[in-house]
């Protein structure tokens, strides 16, 4: 495909995002019905369906409307692209921009603060206030590409043979300060999924703050741990790399379908439970990775920025004091009950546990980090809190 026909490609992808439905289904949709496509063309076009979505605020107030058009106008604006070359006409190409459509672009527009940091008004609101200065340069990191990492199985491997294993199957990667157990994927990355590493559990895809919480935690060889809300298990398999004795727990059990497969290619055990057993204070350590708004880690899951508002904000935070509530009573006395989002915003994070303090006074909190994609990774939040 040309690089025209990628882009109309990503216009009709758009228009079906603009109609309702989900990003990825509307990729898998275009997908499917686009088999002459190439490995390269379907990564190009998904670039660009989440470039726009990850900017779709001031894709819209640049290119001057709602329509996968107007928006894909409004990106390659703003990448500085010679709009006449990929809006040719040809075949397979765009239509030729308007007289319209030139003189909106050529105007000189001053986009409110919102529109730049791509916010909705009511999330930059709070966001702003919480971090003033550092508000913008957050919501602009949040507006570009994350990186990609992995973690290095430390029970399977050194940091330095997996990295020569990657390098030999041209994946190409370097250390990063967040944490110890991360490796900065710079160029390769479509490859890890099949790569020998990757397929003998000697590493993992996770983000550099997933695994710095994991580090934060005060875990040892044999500890008992509960993964309260553990998801796809990756924090799960990141713990008992340690030599942690872990129990993985989701409300949806569904959701850790494949931790077993994946428990066993990193040479690990994991016990799952599909329901709750009556209170026991048998875990030194619960970890509720809680339900959040995913803040953090928006450029990944964009959908979410704009998804989001005021009301769910707040059953999410409901959820959030549940699952807290419930925790506690798994937590051995002498244990600790670790509080954690993948969330930036004080709401879901201080404010809970404030919340939830006021409700349990018999916790109190022991320490505190908080982790913003300025710090090169995505937005994570831990609290970890002991008896008083």
Not at 97 to 117: C, G, M, R, V
Not at 144 to 169: C, H, M, Y
Not at 255 to 270: E, K, Q, T, Y
Not at 313 to 340: E, F, I, M, R, S
């Amino acid at each position: 495909m040309t690089p025209a026909a990628r882009v109309a490609a990503a216009i009709s992808i758009l228009d079906e995002v603009i109609a309702g439905k989900a990003t990825e289904a509307a990729l898998l949709h275009w997908t499917r019905g686009s088999r002459f496509a190439g490995s390269k063309d379907r990564a190009a076009i998904r670039d660009l369906v989440f470039d726009a979505r990850r900017k779709w605020s001031s894709c819209q107030f640049i290119g001057g409307g709602v329509s996968g058009r107007r928006i894909m106008l409004g990106l390659l604006h703003q990448q500085d692209i010679d709009l006449n070359v990929l809006f040719s006409g040809d075949k397979y190409a765009p239509a030729c921009l308007s007289y319209e459509e030139k003189a909106h672009l050529d105007e000189d527009q001053t986009l409110p603060p919102y529109t730049t940091a791509d916010m909705q008004p009511w999330v930059w609101a709070r966001l702003s206030d919480q971090y003033a200065e550092a508000a913008m340069p957050i919501a602009e990191a949040l507006r570009e590409r994350a990186p990609v990492f992995i973690r290095v199985n430390t029970g399977k491997a050194t940091k330095d043979a997996a990295i020569l294993q990657l390098s030999q199957q041209g994946i190409e990667t370097r250390a990063t300060p967040i944490c110890q157990s991360a490796l900065e994927v710079t160029a390769g990355a479509r490859k890890i999924r099949t790569s020998d590493a990757y397929l003998n559990g000697l590493i993992e895809l996770q983000d550099a703050a997933s695994q710095a919480l994991i580090e934060a935690l005060p875990l040892h060889v044999g500890m008992q741990v509960l993964d309260f809300c553990a998801g796809g298990g990756g924090k799960s398999l990141a713990m008992a790399a340690v030599g942690a004795n872990v129990t993985a727990y989701d409300i949806k059990a569904e959701r850790m379908v494949d931790l077993p497969a994946r428990s066993r290619r990193a040479g690990v055990h994991i016990d799952t439970l599909d329901r709750l057993p009556k209170s026991s204070e048998a875990y030194h350590l619960v970890l509720c990775d809680a339900p959040c708004s995913g803040s953090g880690s928006w450029r990944r899951s964009p959908d979410g920025k704009w998804s989001l508002n005021e009301a769910r904000l707040g059953q999410l935070k409901a959820a959030q004091l549940d699952v807290l509530k419930t925790a506690q009573n798994y937590v051995h006395p002498d244990g600790c009950l670790a509080y954690a989002t993948c969330s930036v915003l004080s709401e879901e994070n201080e404010n809970t546990l404030d919340e939830f303090i006021r409700t349990s006074p018999e916790w109190s909190i022991s320490n505190v980090r908080n982790w913003t994609p300025l710090d090169g990774a995505d937005g994570f939040f831990l609290a970890t809190l002991i008896r008083r």
